[in-house]
């Protein structure tokens, strides 16, 4: 049964008690997992949405009715079979394994988990295989992480892949609903408080916070998490994360030397033939990926594929994609996907 079921594939499956919940429900990418849960149909029998306390009693609507927020302690009780989380790193560190505790698969999409050893750190189209029935706490990459591996597998299994340098452009979602109010604040002509400066009319080369040696945790979280997803801890990986006044969709300007020779044709058609990428590349009609065109779309576009002529075996390509769907929701959604179509969740 294939991983990315949509809804109307699975009904004649039976779910006695699928209960879900999604912890931060309230916030810009738990708002977006509950409408991709309900995209794809996926058999909710009773969703749990849980936030923090000031949240508590709030209605969220989902499949058509109302559903009141709640703590975690009373989700747990409830005895969920799936949690998907987007609340941050403190949250999932504290509650994920109490969710697990129950027997629940929790889905996290913080960072705190992803480098751990022992927990699955997943892109269904490239690793679903890692998971295994055992795994109740699964890692969610980092958004700019998933759009631009998912291009990339395909081409390192075929030439592999010996040295990526990225820059990204990502938008304002990218720090959630605050820093839409502070880009929209800004246009309006007050300020914000989530960015160190200005975001409007104005770049800044700073996403998380600087490590002693000059790199943001978002660049060491491309680098890591990469290897990890690509099983391949011999990638050199070098990344610079910028903000850019764009309300939704990451841009990423990525350039690679690969192994072994390869052919551009080739290279070209093993990334059509990925699922979930979409070749944009015609630029005599100025045919490129933007992230305008990406927004509210889960697949990663791929264009300005050229040959790099600076050193042997390397390629340039330019990907996008909407952050807050596959960068976020909807990788989480379809990894709860792979969990169903294996028969580990409400049966």
């Given amino acids: 049964m294939s991983p990315f079921l949509r809804g109307r594939e699975v009904k004649h499956l039976i779910y006695h008690k699928m209960i879900v919940a999604v912890v931060g429900a309230t916030g810009l990418v738990g708002s977006k997992m509950l409408e991709v849960l309900q995209e794809r149909q996926f058999p909710v029998t009773e969703l749990l949405p849980v936030a923090s306390e000031r949240s508590w009693g709030k209605k969220v609507t989902f499949q058509g009715k109302e559903w009141t927020v709640m703590s975690a302690s009373e989700a747990i009780a409830r005895k969920p079979v799936l949690a998907i989380f987007s609340a941050g790193g403190a949250a999932s560190a504290e509650l994920a394994p109490k969710f697990a505790a129950i027997g629940c698969y929790v889905v996290d999409n913080s960072s705190y988990w992803r480098m751990d050893p022992s927990v699955p750190l997943v892109v269904p ?50 720090a959630g609903q605050r820093g839409i109010e502070q880009l929209e604040a800004e246009r309006a002509g007050g300020s914000g408080t989530q960015f160190p400066h200005r975001i409007d009319l104005n770049v800044l080369p ?10 943001t945790k978002e660049e060491m979280k491309m680098v890591n998490e990469t290897r990890k997803i690509l099983r391949d801890s ?35 058609q093993l ?26 779309k889960d697949e990663v576009f791929v264009g ?24 976020a929701a909807t990788n989480a959604v379809q990894i709860a996907q792979v969990l169903l179509a294996k028969g580990w969740l409400g049966k």
Wanted: a negative charge; charged letters at 20%.
């Fill in 304 to 327: 300005r594929i050229r040959r790099d002529p600076s050193v042997e075996s390397g390629l340039n390509l330019w990907c996008v994609s909407d952050n807050i769907r596959k960068g």
């Fill in 125 to 174: 189209e490239i690793n679903a295989d890692v998971l295994t029935q055992d795994n109740r706490i699964i890692a969610n990459p980092n958004c700019s992480t998933i759009q631009m591996v998912l291009p990339l597998a395909p081409l390192h299994k075929a030439y592999g892949i010996k040295r990526i340098v990225v820059s990204t452009y990502q938008s304002v979602t990218g």
């Fill in 271 to 296: 990334m059509a033939d990925m699922p979930g990428v979409v070749i944009q590349d015609d630029p005599a009609n100025n045919v490129y990926p933007m992230p305008i065109n990406a927004w509210d």
């Fill in 234 to 268: 011999t990638i050199a990986v070098s990344a610079t994360t910028v903000r850019v006044p764009v309300k939704g969709g990451h841009s990423e300007s990525v350039n690679l030397e690969f192994n072994k020779p390869y052919d551009l044709a080739e290279a070209r």
């Fill in 206 to 215: 700073h996403i998380d916070s600087f490590l002693p040696d000059g790199y």
